[in-house]
């Protein structure tokens, strides 16, 4: 079975542009989770998608969103990108229990650079 | 204010060994806590889940323990090898804005010496 995908995975915008990223999850699973790493953060929960709907969120400005669509394939979008927003940004699907309590299995990440 | 302390310091043991890795937490009431393996570059790679009513979960040469009282999980490898050489990240559920989100360590490096 293929693992979870994520495409870029590299990106490179400068401050004040908009992108978008990628995650297509395991086969079957229909949970699919964010997540923001940095040296200096750490790895930080950004929103979780289930059935099209998000069903918990992180604490992150409203310029971070996301969306899943009925194939449990899912976007996120930050707009107006910060020089802080740099960061690998991992996507991870679960069958469908929430992140907390199943299995998560993680994709290799989009490697996001803002100059 | 709530926080989850992982060993910021590589933990150095030989080949063979137990690596006990350790995470501490405070004004969280976790029902689930979960560890995760990442090795540079990647994303990381799930390996226990325990939740708040076992004081002990065992696979293969891993073994967690949870204790709700001192609130620490502790993480060991048994007969470690190189391969088991990665950083360790802690994880438990904590309240935000009314729902429970996974709130993850800092990470503790771990490196196996032959």
């Given amino acids: 079975k293929a693992g979870v995908t ?3 995975r590299y990106l490179i915008k400068t401050r004040g542009q908009q992108v978008t990223l990628s995650c297509s999850p395991i086969s079957g699973h229909r949970s699919v989770s964010w997540y923001q790493q940095t040296p200096g953060q750490g790895l930080q ?3 979780e998608y289930f059935s099209e709907t998000q069903r918990n969120k992180g604490n992150f400005p409203g310029r971070f969103s996301g969306r899943q669509f009925s194939n449990s394939r899912s976007e996120m979008n ?3 990108l910060e020089l802080g927003d740099s960061a690998l940004y991992l996507c991870a699907s679960s069958l469908g229990g929430t992140a907390s309590t199943d299995t998560q299995y ?9 100059l | 204010s709530q926080k989850i302390e992982q060993n910021s310091e590589a933990l150095n043991i030989q080949e063979g060994k137990t690596a006990t890795l350790t995470c501490n937490y405070t004004n969280y009431s976790p029902a689930y806590l979960q560890w995760y393996r990442q090795d540079p570059g990647r994303g990381p790679v799930f390996l226990l889940l325990i939740r708040e009513n076992e004081k002990e979960k065992r696979k293969e040469r891993l073994k967690v323990t949870f204790d709700t009282t001192l609130k620490q999980s502790l993480f060991h490898i048994t007969a470690s090898q190189p391969a088991d050489s990665a950083t360790y990240l802690c994880a438990l559920d904590g309240a935000s804005g009314g729902s429970y989100i996974p709130t993850f360590g800092r990470g503790t490096s771990l490196i196996v010496h032959p």
């Fill in chain 1, 6 to 8: 994520q495409t870029p």
């Fill in chain 1, 45 to 47: 929960f950004l929103f």
């Fill in chain 1, 78 to 80: 930050v707009s107006t």
């Fill in chain 1, 106 to 114: 993680f994709g290799p990440g989009t490697r996001l650079t803002v």
